[in-house]
């Protein structure tokens, strides 16, 4: 039922609305009334609905800013992403400096705290990813979800990133 998931996941009526509309559009979902409930359900499996919905689906990574690694200069409720993310789920190497992803309210956070972010990647600078949409959807986790890693990196040229995405795929609870 969209309704029990609106505050869940922190969006609108409206946007989840046009979500629905979209799934039963790409011939993703099938909706049924019962009165004033609305239900929606998945027309395939869920490994089978997102391989159908991958080639619409986009990175929610919108732009990258390079910051100091002090703890302090990180927003509360940030997460870890990126590659960072990847290495802590697969055998995949941690990479030099670390990744965290943002949400627009944390960035906005952070403008308004005036944090000092660097105009480029320089050693010592962590990466920050500055989301579409909340990274924090798994609760109870300091990374951000599987589903949307995959979407972060799925450009990555590296085919050892690649087999690292692969393997989380098959790790996955379908």
Same mark, same amino acid.
């Given at each position: 039922? *969209?309704?029990?998931?609106?505050?869940?996941?922190?969006?609108? *009526?409206?946007?989840?609305? &046009?979500?629905?509309?979209?799934?039963?559009?790409a011939g993703l979902a099938t909706v049924r009334n019962d009165g004033k409930a609305r239900w929606v359900r998945m027309a395939s499996s869920p490994a089978d609905t997102w391989e159908r919905a991958k080639p619409v689906l986009r990175s929610p990574v919108k732009r990258l800013v390079w910051a100091p690694t002090s703890p302090t200069a990180l927003p509360p409720g940030a997460r870890v992403?990126? +590659?960072?993310? +990847?290495?802590r789920v697969s055998m995949l190497a941690d990479p030099p400096e670390p990744t965290y992803a943002l949400s627009p309210s944390q960035w906005n956070a952070v &403008?308004?705290?005036r944090v000092e972010t660097l105009a480029?990647?320089? *050693?010592? #600078?962590?990466? %920050?990813?500055? %989301?579409?949409?909340? *990274? #924090?959807? #798994?609760p109870n986790s300091d990374t951000v979800d599987p589903l949307s890693l995959m979407l972060s990196l799925s450009d990555e040229?590296?085919? &050892?990133?690649?087999?690292?995405?692969t393997e989380l795929r098959g790790t996955l609870p379908w």
């Open positions: 039922q *969209p309704a029990t998931v609106v505050a869940e996941l922190g969006y609108t *009526p409206m946007t989840l609305s &046009r979500v629905v509309k979209e799934l039963v559009a992403a990126g +590659l960072t993310a +990847l290495a &403008r308004r705290a480029t990647q320089m *050693p010592g #600078a962590c990466e %920050w990813q500055l %989301w579409s949409y909340s *990274p #924090a959807l #798994a040229a590296d085919e &050892r990133v690649q087999k690292a995405l």
